[in-house]
């Protein structure tokens, strides 16, 4: 196809120079060749001799195309994007504009896109669980997965045997001991303890021990040792492993994996707390349940405890049991309530036990272990924190059970007998840790075969609900309970009663709720339901 002649060219080119100045504007025929240019094109396109223009080949091709269309690509070093302006059916200029710099910056904007997605979702996985174990194995794993071929993840222990996790590019995890000094690994004792570790360049791969690569990883090209920083102390440390013939780790390769690092931290230190406070807590809880009852000195004790709210096991009622050291001796028993509901009143409640358990031997004289009782309480400080509870000296004499009843500003005790009938013991006095001096009467009652003393807080006689649910349970409803407990053992007293105020509060809100059952046993009775405990009193 001929070109047009030479004059309407330089017309059209200074046309197009000048409409267009200073982007670099190029001529170019249909056939792909490049026919004039303006200064600022010839300065891009000029081949290294200077001699003639040298046209791109993916310019070339799309202007041999039968239709014009804008295109990018390398011009030397640079990248451009080309717009054309068809002249006449075998001429069109192309306008070339420079995207270098905003290519670049648009890389670094994806770049940093996926490397944001990645911190959220190593955030997202490394909060979904406060398990140790499980918090280093996402880490190693998400680092083998984003930042390297394989991770290694190390954190601090009590031995010297530090437990690893170690993940390679397959994503298979194995769990282990790092049995060796880490001061063998440059950096790696530092990150240990919390400190900024070498720059990754200063780790010579070759200063990598055997027993820190994974099995089958080949020849290590480059290592990076990051801290994991916890909560004031280290959590751990994180090593980056590449193979051999790849590149080291960039600038902002190593501050991807600080901010990575930082949030892994983060998570398993939050996770070794966690373990730390379950494991005090789980100390703490054996101290503070109300314990397990049975038979002692041939007498059935049985209790049963509700907290307030049914997310906790512990809160302001109590009971406790406490055998006599001899077998002609009282065993002391006791029930109450102190002020307030959860940990605080639990933590009241177990120092009462306390209290109470080193002065059994002091049971003989109720008057007595409760004035030495409140003189505790009132000397700790703090806020004034009260109590009511009752004492039960309880020993067996012959077949009856013979029981001394204290109550300090508690409900008073109630005796079923065998006949159905109930009966209050009248006993009184007041409660505890709130006035210097403290008055109490104490009563004596015998039980007689089958027969049982409930000792309950008034979170039984004041749980609200029935029908409409508002009424309060109260005591006579409770009477009522008790005269169908008739013969029957302990452990079925407290259960009957355990489950009648289920169904009465339901799902509502109620307070702590603690009974106890102290019953004389009789040598024949029919087994329960469950086959293994006993039933109701046949004889």
Same mark, same amino acid.
């Given at each position: 196809?001929?070109?047009?002649?030479?004059?309407?060219?330089? @017309? +059209?080119?200074?046309?197009?120079?000048?409409?267009? +100045?200073?982007?670099?504007?190029?001529?170019?025929?249909?056939?792909?060749?490049?026919?004039?240019?303006? =200064?600022?094109?010839?300065?891009?396109?000029?081949?290294?001799?200077?001699?003639?223009?040298?046209?791109?080949?993916?310019?070339?091709?799309?202007?041999?195309?039968?239709?014009?269309?804008?295109?990018?690509?390398?011009?030397?070093?640079?990248?451009?994007?080309?717009?054309?302006?068809?002249?006449?059916?075998?001429?069109?200029?192309?306008?070339?504009?420079? =995207?270098? *710099?905003?290519?670049?910056?648009?890389?670094?904007?994806?770049?940093?896109?996926?490397?944001?997605?990645?911190?959220? =979702?190593?955030?997202?996985?490394?909060? +979904?669980?406060?398990?140790?174990?499980?918090?280093?194995?996402?880490?190693?794993?998400?680092?083998?997965?984003?930042?390297?071929?394989?991770?290694?993840?190390?954190?601090? *222990?009590?031995?010297?045997?530090?437990?690893?996790?170690?993940?390679?590019?397959?994503?298979?995890?194995?769990?282990?001991? $790092?049995?060796?000094?880490?001061? $063998?690994?440059? *950096?790696?004792?530092?990150?240990?303890?919390?400190?900024?570790?070498?720059?990754? @360049?200063?780790?010579?791969?070759?200063?990598?021990?055997?027993?820190?690569?994974?099995?089958?990883?080949?020849?290590?090209? +480059?290592?990076?040792?990051?801290?994991?920083?916890?909560?004031?102390?280290?959590?751990?440390?994180?090593?980056?492993?590449?193979?051999?013939?790849?590149?080291?780790?960039?600038?902002?390769?190593?501050?991807?994996?600080?901010?990575?690092?930082?949030?892994?931290?983060?998570?398993?230190?939050?996770?070794?707390?966690?373990?730390?406070?379950?494991?005090?807590?789980?100390?703490?809880?054996?101290?503070?349940?109300?314990?397990?009852?049975?038979?002692?000195?041939g007498v059935e004790f049985a209790g049963g405890y509700r907290a307030s709210e049914d997310t906790e096991q512990i809160g302001g009622d109590f009971y406790d049991v406490h055998p006599a050291g001899d077998e002609d001796g009282e065993t002391l028993a006791l029930l109450g309530d102190v002020s307030g509901k959860g940990l605080e009143a639990a933590v009241l409640t177990g120092k009462i036990r306390n209290t109470l358990h080193a002065l059994r031997t002091l049971s003989d004289d109720h008057q007595r272990v409760l004035g030495l009782l409140n003189d505790t309480l009132l000397s700790g400080g703090g806020p004034m924190r009260f109590a009511t509870l009752v004492l039960a000296s309880v020993r067996r004499e012959h077949r009856d059970v013979v029981l001394r009843l204290t109550s300090a500003g508690h409900p008073v005790p109630l005796i079923v007998r065998r006949q159905g009938r109930v009966e209050e013991v009248p006993t009184s006095g007041s409660l505890i840790g709130a006035l210097p001096r403290i008055t109490s009467r104490t009563a004596t009652v015998r039980l007689a075969p089958g027969e049982s003393c409930v000792l309950y807080t008034d979170g039984v006689t004041e749980a609200r609900g029935g029908p409409r649910g508002t009424a309060m349970f109260g005591d006579e409803r409770l009477r009522h309970l008790l005269r169908g407990c008739a013969g029957m053992p302990a452990q079925a007293v407290v259960e009957r009663i355990r489950m009648t105020l289920a169904q009465w509060i339901g799902e509502r809100v109620h307070d702590d709720i603690a009974v106890m059952s102290i019953t004389a046993p009789r040598s024949h009775h029919l087994t329960a339901v469950d086959g293994t405990t006993p039933g109701r009193y046949t004889a």
């Open positions: 196809m001929s070109s047009p002649p030479t004059g309407a060219r330089t @017309r +059209a080119l200074s046309m197009v120079s000048a409409a267009s +100045a200073p982007y670099p504007v190029v001529l170019v025929d249909s056939d792909g060749r490049a026919l004039d240019a303006n =200064e600022a094109a010839r300065q891009v396109l000029t081949a290294p001799s200077g001699e003639a223009l040298a046209l791109p080949d993916w310019l070339a091709d799309v202007s041999s195309s039968e239709q014009a269309h804008a295109a990018s690509g390398m011009i030397s070093d640079r990248f451009f994007s080309a717009h054309p302006t068809v002249l006449d059916p075998a001429t069109t200029a192309w306008w070339l504009v420079e =995207e270098t *710099g905003h290519r670049v910056t648009s890389g670094e904007l994806l770049a940093h896109r996926r490397h944001t997605a990645f911190l959220v =979702e190593a955030s997202s996985a490394l909060l +979904a669980s406060l398990n140790l174990e499980r918090c280093m194995e996402t880490t190693a794993r998400l680092a083998a997965e984003h930042l390297a071929d394989a991770a290694v993840v190390i954190a601090p *222990g009590r031995s010297r045997r530090l437990p690893m996790v170690t993940c390679g590019d397959q994503g298979e995890l194995s769990r282990g001991r $790092l049995t060796q000094p880490p001061s $063998l690994v440059p *950096g790696l004792a530092e990150a240990l303890e919390g400190f900024p570790p070498l720059p990754a @360049r200063w780790i010579r791969p070759e200063a990598v021990p055997g027993w820190l690569v994974p099995e089958r990883f080949g020849p290590v090209g +480059a290592v990076a040792v990051a801290p994991l920083p916890g909560h004031g102390v280290g959590a751990g440390a994180l090593v980056l492993l590449r193979r051999s013939g790849k590149d080291s780790f960039l600038g902002f390769e190593e501050e991807l994996a600080r901010l990575f690092a930082a949030r892994a931290g983060a998570a398993m230190s939050a996770a070794r707390l966690y373990a730390e406070q379950e494991a005090i807590s789980r100390v703490l809880m054996r101290e503070l349940l109300p314990p397990a009852l049975d038979r002692v000195r």
